[in-house]
């Protein structure tokens, strides 16, 4: 892994990381999932196979409280207590592109 690469890739806005999802992972475009200025992709095997090191070459995380891989967007702030979907408007970012 290049991880000065994936250093900056975890600074790109939302709209830069969509597009690369969408135009390198479109199957992963298809489940993310905005929230806020960050956004989430559902991984249920979290094994490490070529997606998954695809998705943590462009700056995402695990994170196990929602159970799945999250990208920061630029974003580093300190872990809340409320549940970030009942605090930020969200959408899924395939929707957007249809509308």
């Not at 490490?48 to 630029?74: D, R, V």
Request: hydrophobic share 35%.
């Amino acid at each position: 892994m290049n991880f000065a690469e994936r250093d900056f890739n975890r600074k790109l806005a939302v709209e830069q990381v969509l597009e690369k999802l969408r135009r390198w992972m479109p199957q992963q475009y298809e489940l993310a999932e905005v929230v806020g200025k960050w956004f989430g992709l559902p991984f249920p095997n979290r094994r490490l196979n070529a997606s998954a090191a695809e998705i943590s070459q462009l700056g995402f995380h695990w994170n196990k409280h929602p159970q799945m891989l999250q990208h920061p967007c630029g974003e580093t702030l300190q872990r809340g207590t409320q549940e970030p979907r009942e605090k930020y408007p969200t959408y899924f970012a395939a929707d957007q592109a249809a509308a």
